[in-house]
């Protein structure tokens, strides 16, 4: 058997198991990666929806297709999707889990049976995020950050979503935990800390952010919990309690977890310009230590949330600075990719354009994430649509856009088949315009005062919202195309190949797809993992 | 597939583990030390009514168990498999002490109409309901994690039983009482931040 299931790939190694169970029961990490893959999928296309719905209401000034409570409901409901069930796991628990024990050399991961069970647990997070927007008192309408004291006080459906949010939060730890251990103890021999791929590098400092902070948002949603069940009183001022410290408790964790978020997505990022670059990554050690400079430093950044909200002046400035600080590695990554392709012999594939794409939006997103997390420029754009437009450049622009260029990267490697680069090129084309059509316009009527999470607005505001709600359109179709194209490669009979894009990476010297063992034999390293050199 | 065995690995999960539990109650005792800082005398009055004697009693009882476990696993490592089998079931034993303890302490108080949202606790000092609030929720998430822990240790009992857990190969023992010594840390700090601070 054991020879035998070598020579099997891992989609056709079904171990015994029949149909459906062969995936949801299977522990082989390349299986749990399809599996978050099409939950992900799945639940993105749900949220865009609801985007795009939001964005159908605000085409025209007053009432247009729903009414304010729904609209309340709408937005929070795409926020509790798209964070928690899409961009927090997103490209940690699909890419990571595919190919992080391939590009370092392992099996799998540590703990196989505990990542079949982050699994398990996501979904059953999944399930009751899902139900609480349909059960009992309607949909929470809190917004996804579930600010105290109304938390406490809507009458819709806030426990189910909050809780919903706990146990998300419970897979994403013990995702983090598989990994430091799986990256500590399985590295092939030869792989040193800084012979290791850049994209493991910032999966590393990833999961220490998923484990040291997430506790931290599960203690203070289960007391919103207890605050609705029991009236505890640490948050509502009618018992004693402070709302602000809410704030504080939930932005500990919810700020670093934008760089749960934006890590992976950097890495993936390293990963592919080198490639089409045919250069080896300039400033490696740059690059990975700037992810762990990132992820310390992020952690306490977290009162720029909160500049209008009440805090000493002292407390205001001290957080300013250190955001400033935390551009800094940021910037570095940036300088190094450049650096990369400057020379390079630049081959502009699909997998290129999207990269190359992510940086452009991310810096737009960096550059006006400082207007944020300056004091005076912050008391003006706070609560507005530039904050809107600002984290959808960082998170769907950065992540989701790192994403898309992952899913372009490595589709090859993980089915074996090649979709059409043509389309796909177009889809990029039509996704990028419709992205900036989008959102850029919400910059503008944001620094003009349109306030954000509101369902209606000022005649003034009418020409943003109009062609914001065109590119919403826009976008929408790209996705689609994109996907279905993505899709279709299935029908391709010719093989991808081995290696289609040249990479010199552990993933491009196995099978594509891989193999259930990943390796007959696992590698001894020698070399940096970028070596172009022969 | 051939089973894949790293001691040195699953000890760092469980620290990570711990880690991340560290920081749940972390969470907490940071709004204990917020509130005790805004409302110090009320805290104070408050903390009279806990009973100082129950709860060194169960510091004891913790401190014997997790002395159980540690020489359980000793036990182990000299193949002595019904000492450990002893030790074990001593340290589940405590355990449940433990939470009778607990149980007659909450019933208690409940009986005497303290407890969140109660009529009498909505008329008592701000300080004084949130000092309540927290004490129930400290310690019955910290109860909640007896709980776990002896759900942990009764599968070591019968892996131990089962010889699945021996001189050779007893990762699991140690990590439940890595767990269990969490346990009785947090209540370490528990017991002098809500008895004896009055």
């Known amino acids: 058997m054991e020879t035998q299931n070598n020579q099997l790939n891992y989609i056709e190694d079904t171990q015994g198991r029949w149909g459906i169970f062969a995936w949801i029961f299977s522990t082989d990490h390349k299986r749990i990666g399809i599996l978050y893959l099409i939950s992900i999928t799945t639940f993105f296309l749900l949220a865009a929806l609801m985007g795009g719905l939001m964005r159908l209401e605000l085409i025209a000034p007053g009432e247009t297709i729903m009414d304010a409570q729904t609209y309340n409901g709408l937005f929070t409901v795409h ?32 703990f196989p049976r505990l990542n079949l069970f982050s699994w398990w647990i996501y979904m059953a997070g999944a399930i009751l995020a899902v139900y609480s927007q349909f059960a009992g008192d309607g949909p929470p309408d809190t917004g996804w950050t579930f600010y105290a004291p109304y938390s406490t006080e809507s009458g819709t459906n806030v426990v189910a979503a909050v809780f919903a949010a706990f146990v998300l939060g419970f897979s994403s730890i013990l995702t983090g935990l598989n990994f430091i251990v799986t990256i500590h103890r399985m590295r092939a021999p030869g792989m040193t800390w800084f012979k290791m791929p850049l994209f493991p590098w910032s999966l590393y400092a990833t999961a220490w952010i998923q484990v040291l902070a997430t506790p931290i948002v599960g203690i203070t949603l289960m007391m919103i919990v207890a605050e609705r069940l029991f009236q505890i009183g640490f948050f509502d001022p009618a018992l004693g309690g402070d709302p602000i410290l809410y704030q504080h408790l939930f932005w500990i964790y919810s700020h670093p977890a934008v760089y749960i978020m934006i890590l992976p997505a950097m890495g993936v990022i390293t990963e592919i310009i080198p490639t089409f670059a045919k250069k080896s990554i300039f400033g490696y050690k740059a690059i990975a230590l700037s992810s762990v400079a990132i992820a310390a430093v992020g952690y306490f950044v977290w009162g720029h949330h909160m500049y209008t909200s009440g805090m000493s002046g002292t407390a205001r400035w001290f957080f300013s600075f250190l955001t400033f600080i935390v551009a800094i590695p940021s910037a570095i990554k940036v300088f190094n990719w450049v650096a990369t392709m400057y020379k390079g012999s630049i081959d502009a594939r699909t997998p290129f354009l999207y990269a190359a794409t992510f940086i452009f939006l991310f810096m737009i997103g960096g550059l006006t994430g400082l207007v944020l997390g300056s004091l005076a420029t912050d008391v003006h754009v706070h609560d507005t649509s530039f904050v809107v437009a600002h984290f959808h450049y960082i998170i769907f622009g950065g992540m989701g856009f790192a994403f898309f260029a992952a899913i372009h990267y490595w589709w090859p490697k993980m ?3 090649m979709y059409n680069e043509r389309v796909a090129n177009i889809a990029w084309l039509i996704t990028f315009v419709g992205f900036n059509v989008l959102y850029f316009p919400l910059f503008v009527i944001g620094i003009q005062g ?32 994109m996907i279905i194209n993505i899709y279709r490669a299935k029908k391709h009979v010719t093989p991808a190949g081995d290696n289609p894009w040249g990479g010199v990476t552990l993933e491009w010297q196995v099978p594509s797809p891989p193999p259930t063992l990943n390796f007959d034999e696992i590698p001894t390293i020698t070399k940096s993992p970028y070596s172009f050199e022969k | 597939m051939e089973e894949h065995r790293d001691d040195i690995g699953s000890r760092m999960g469980m620290w990570i583990f711990i880690f991340t539990e560290l920081l749940l109650f972390g969470g907490l005792f940071l709004v204990y030390a917020i509130y005790r800082a805004d409302y110090s005398a009320e805290f104070h009055t408050a903390a009279h009514e806990l009973n100082a004697f129950i709860g060194a009693l169960n510091t004891v009882i913790l401190l014997v168990s997790s002395a159980t476990v540690a020489m359980a696993i000793t036990a182990v490592q000299k193949e002595n498999k019904k000492l ?14 433990f939470l009778v303890n607990k149980y007659f302490e909450w ?18 000092e701000r300080g004084e309901l949130l000092f309540f609030g927290l004490y129930y929720f400290m310690t019955g ?13 009764t599968v070591v009992f019968f ?6 857990i021996n001189a050779g190969s007893f990762v699991l023992l140690e990590n439940g009482g890595l767990y269990w010594h969490l346990v009785d840390l947090i209540w370490i700090f528990l017991f002098p931040l809500l008895y004896l601070l009055t």
């Open chain 2, 141 to 153: 998430l910290h109860g909640f994690h007896i709980v776990v822990g002896m759900i942990l240790l």
């Open chain 2, 107 to 124: 019933g208690h108080k409940i009986h005497l109409g303290i407890y969140p949202g109660s009529e009498l606790l909505t008329k008592l």
């Open chain 2, 159 to 164: 892996k131990i039983k089962s010889g699945a």
């Open chain 1, 79 to 110: 926020g509790i999707i798209m964070i928690f069930l899409v961009v927090i796991p997103g490209l940690g628990a699909v890419f990571g889990n595919f190919f992080l024990p391939i590009m370092i050399g392992a099996r799998d991961v540590a």
């Open chain 1, 415 to 417: 089915f074996g088949k």
């Open chain 2, 84 to 97: 450990a089998l002893i030790l074990v079931a001593i340290t589940l034993l405590m355990a449940l002490f």
């Open chain 1, 450 to 481: 349109m306030p954000r999470r509101y369902f209606d607005y000022l005649p003034e505001f009418h020409a943003g919202h109009l062609i914001s709600t065109i590119g919403a359109f826009i976008l929408l179709s790209g996705l689609f195309l």
